[in-house]
């Protein structure tokens, strides 16, 4: 009897503190994690912890250091990092490295105790990736500039996480408008929050080059000039490029550069004669049409050209993905259209890389490794695959970042119809495409193209709140994810987005929790 009544009473208690207190399975992750469990109780961070890595592993100690960087601003606490030895002390977390195959690459498995945590994983990336769950535990004020009050709860229990697609990344188009050093960064930094791990950067289209090429150093002298609207556009030098790379590398976010072609190039006929049939410079072009510029296709200058840049990109590009575009080229024949792309992947091949292409690149030949984007056209994902080779899933009607959430918000196009944040979120791309399954798919990317893009504002307005929806799509398994449930955890982190300082789009789908 008497121990009944001590049930009852530690149950009523339980209740009491789950119910009041954040829990893991309340603290509204995203992407939502592939296993939780709670306990009760929290661990409290304090200046008195310390943060241990194995293994003398120097690239965990950064991921450590990098965990310490994050919190010590709004904590105001500087937290020793130190290689894990025998003496640990009692309140201590620790970034182990494991061998697990069901973690892969970037899983982990995360313990949290009233006095230690211990995050593992098989790499430093799967503990980077950890530490945003880590983050998204601890309240909201943590990722403010300026110290806070506590108390820095992280609630007690159990994770184990991992992806269920390798690729998850977002587009910036910094061509139609362009984007420097700085607001690159600054997005890196937000999209790592979601556990996204690929930037891809469409660095050329008609109105603007946007990296330097040392071989053809007009094409961003005057192909960089000028932007949609005559704005004064601009461009990255290599350096530029060589420091975003290693930026992202440290946040475990691969970056794809793309040059698209043989379409979307007026800024590079714009520069130099030679690559125009007539031999003639075409004017710098500042408008939003689509599809009516073509190199020429049949003249060895053009090859010359397309080796020279992907030669110069591929040497300062570590990652294993070059993008060579390829859409909407409407003012390229189709056989000459098909004989230019079979040749461009030769040519990325010759430099070790494997081919992106946006969807059309199926009416082509497919080289092994050859991935399409898939954006508008399911006959082409269906033909890519036929073709040997795998999707990554893009659809315009559901991850295109620029276009509107309704008729009334204020930026984007709505081609291919109005996406609000609960279709950006409501689908898998498994079951998108008949014809296409899991098996043939790399991934989710969500593409920013910036036509009526300008200022880092807009950015923050259109990829909040989509993109952690689609970082959710490709992390957490299908039969685990809803709306319903989706959308209680992405209120959640309205908080988050404010103390982040991110103009975000309240959606009135969303019973927003600043
Ligand atoms: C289509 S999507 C394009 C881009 C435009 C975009 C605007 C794709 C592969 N091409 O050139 O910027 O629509 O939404």
Same mark, same amino acid.
């Given at each position: 009897?008497?121990?009944?009544?001590?049930?009852?009473?530690? &149950?009523?208690?339980?209740f @009491?503190?789950?119910? !009041?207190?954040? *829990? %893991?399975?309340?603290?509204?992750?995203?992407?939502?994690?592939?296993?939780?469990?709670?306990?009760?109780?929290?661990?409290?961070l304090s200046?008195k912890?310390?943060?241990?890595y194995?293994?003398?592993?120097?690239e965990?100690k950064?991921?450590?250091?990098?965990?310490?960087?994050l919190?010590?601003?709004a904590?105001g606490?500087?937290?020793?990092?130190?290689?894990?030895?025998?003496?640990t002390?009692?309140?201590?977390?620790?970034?182990e490295i494991?061998?697990?195959?069901?973690?892969?690459?970037e899983?982990?498995?995360?313990?949290?105790?009233?006095?230690?945590i211990?995050?593992? &994983?098989?790499?430093?990336e @799967?503990?980077f990736r !950890?530490?945003? *769950? %880590?983050?998204?535990?601890?309240?909201?004020k943590?990722?403010?500039?300026?110290?806070?009050?506590?108390?820095w709860k992280?609630?007690?229990?159990?994770?184990?996480?991992?992806?269920s697609?390798?690729?998850?990344g977002?587009?910036?188009?910094?061509?139609?408008?362009?984007f420097?050093v700085?607001?690159v960064?600054?997005?890196?930094?937000?999209?790592?929050?979601?556990?996204?791990?690929?930037?891809?950067?469409h660095?050329?289209?008609d109105?603007?080059?946007?990296?330097?090429i040392?071989?053809?150093?007009?094409?961003?002298?005057?192909?960089?000039?000028?932007?949609?609207?005559?704005?004064?556009?601009?461009?990255?030098?290599?350096?530029?490029?060589?420091? %975003?790379?290693?930026?992202?590398?440290?946040?475990?976010?691969?970056?794809?550069?793309?040059?698209?072609?043989?379409?979307?190039?007026?800024?590079?006929?714009a520069s130099?004669?030679?690559?125009?049939c007539?031999?003639?410079?075409k004017e710098?072009?500042?408008?939003?049409?689509?599809g009516?510029?073509?190199?020429?296709?049949?003249?060895?200058?053009?090859?010359?050209f397309?080796?020279?840049?992907i030669?110069?990109l591929?040497?300062i590009?570590?990652?294993?993905?070059?993008?060579?575009?390829?859409?909407?080229?409407h003012a390229t024949?189709?056989?000459?259209?098909?004989?230019?792309?079979?040749?461009?992947?030769?040519?990325?091949?010759?430099?070790g890389?494997?081919v992106?292409g946006w969807?059309?690149i199926?009416l082509?030949?497919?080289k092994?490794?050859?991935?399409?984007?898939?954006?508008a056209k399911?006959?082409?994902?269906?033909l890519?695959?036929?073709?040997?080779?795998?999707?990554?899933?893009?659809?315009?009607?559901?991850t295109?970042?620029?276009?509107?959430y309704n008729?009334?918000?204020?930026?984007g196009?709505?081609?291919?119809g109005?996406?609000?944040?609960?279709k950006?979120?409501d689908?898998?791309?498994a079951?998108?495409?008949?014809?296409?399954h899991?098996?043939?798919i790399?991934?989710?990317?969500?593409?920013?193209?910036?036509?009526?893009?300008k200022?880092?504002d807009?950015?923050?307005?259109?990829?909040?709140?989509?993109l952690?929806?689609?970082?959710?799509?490709?992390?957490?398994?299908?039969?685990?994810?809803?709306?319903?449930?989706?959308?209680k955890?992405?209120?959640?982190?309205?908080?988050?987005?404010?103390?982040?300082d991110?103009?975000?789009?309240?959606s009135?789908?969303?019973?927003?929790?600043?």
């Amino acid at each position: 009897m008497r121990l009944r009544i001590l049930f009852l009473i530690a &149950a009523i208690l339980t209740f @009491g503190f789950v119910k !009041g207190q954040n *829990t %893991i399975t309340s603290a509204g992750l995203i992407p939502k994690p592939v296993l939780m469990e709670n306990n009760l109780g929290a661990f409290e961070l304090s200046n008195k912890t310390t943060i241990y890595y194995t293994d003398n592993n120097e690239e965990l100690k950064k991921v450590a250091l990098y965990f310490k960087n994050l919190i010590k601003p709004a904590t105001g606490f500087d937290i020793a990092v130190k290689p894990l030895s025998k003496e640990t002390t009692r309140h201590s977390i620790t970034f182990e490295i494991i061998e697990n195959p069901e973690l892969g690459t970037e899983g982990y498995k995360l313990k949290i105790y009233p006095q230690v945590i211990t995050l593992s &994983a098989n790499t430093p990336e @799967g503990i980077f990736r !950890g530490i945003q *769950t %880590i983050r998204q535990l601890l309240p909201a004020k943590v990722e403010k500039k300026t110290v806070q009050k506590g108390p820095w709860k992280i609630p007690d229990g159990e994770i184990t996480d991992f992806p269920s697609y390798r690729y998850r990344g977002m587009m910036l188009d910094v061509s139609r408008h362009f984007f420097g050093v700085e607001d690159v960064k600054h997005l890196i930094d937000l999209i790592s929050i979601y556990k996204i791990n690929t930037l891809h950067l469409h660095l050329s289209d008609d109105q603007g080059w946007r990296i330097e090429i040392k071989s053809w150093p007009k094409l961003t002298e005057i192909g960089g000039k000028t932007q949609v609207g005559g704005g004064k556009g601009g461009f990255f030098t290599q350096e530029d490029y060589k420091e %975003i790379v290693r930026y992202a590398a440290e946040r475990y976010i691969t970056v794809i550069p793309e040059i698209d072609m043989p379409g979307h190039i007026n800024a590079a006929l714009a520069s130099y004669p030679e690559l125009n049939c007539d031999n003639k410079a075409k004017e710098l072009y500042t408008g939003t049409d689509v599809g009516f510029s073509t190199l020429c296709v049949h003249k060895d200058v053009t090859y010359k050209f397309v080796d020279d840049v992907i030669r110069e990109l591929s040497a300062i590009t570590p990652g294993e993905y070059i993008h060579i575009g390829g859409d909407e080229s409407h003012a390229t024949k189709k056989e000459d259209y098909i004989y230019f792309i079979s040749k461009v992947q030769d040519i990325v091949a010759k430099y070790g890389k494997k081919v992106l292409g946006w969807d059309e690149i199926a009416l082509s030949e497919i080289k092994p490794g050859t991935v399409a984007e898939y954006w508008a056209k399911d006959s082409n994902a269906v033909l890519a695959v036929k073709k040997g080779g795998k999707i990554l899933m893009a659809p315009g009607s559901r991850t295109y970042l620029d276009m509107q959430y309704n008729k009334k918000t204020p930026l984007g196009l709505h081609w291919s119809g109005y996406v609000n944040v609960k279709k950006a979120y409501d689908w898998d791309p498994a079951t998108s495409v008949k014809g296409i399954h899991k098996k043939d798919i790399t991934g989710v990317e969500s593409p920013l193209w910036t036509e009526t893009i300008k200022t880092f504002d807009d950015i923050e307005y259109m990829v909040f709140p989509r993109l952690p929806g689609h970082a959710e799509i490709g992390w957490t398994p299908a039969k685990e994810r809803s709306w319903d449930d989706y959308k209680k955890r992405i209120a959640k982190q309205a908080s988050r987005f404010k103390a982040l300082d991110i103009n975000y789009y309240k959606s009135p789908l969303i019973d927003w929790k600043e």
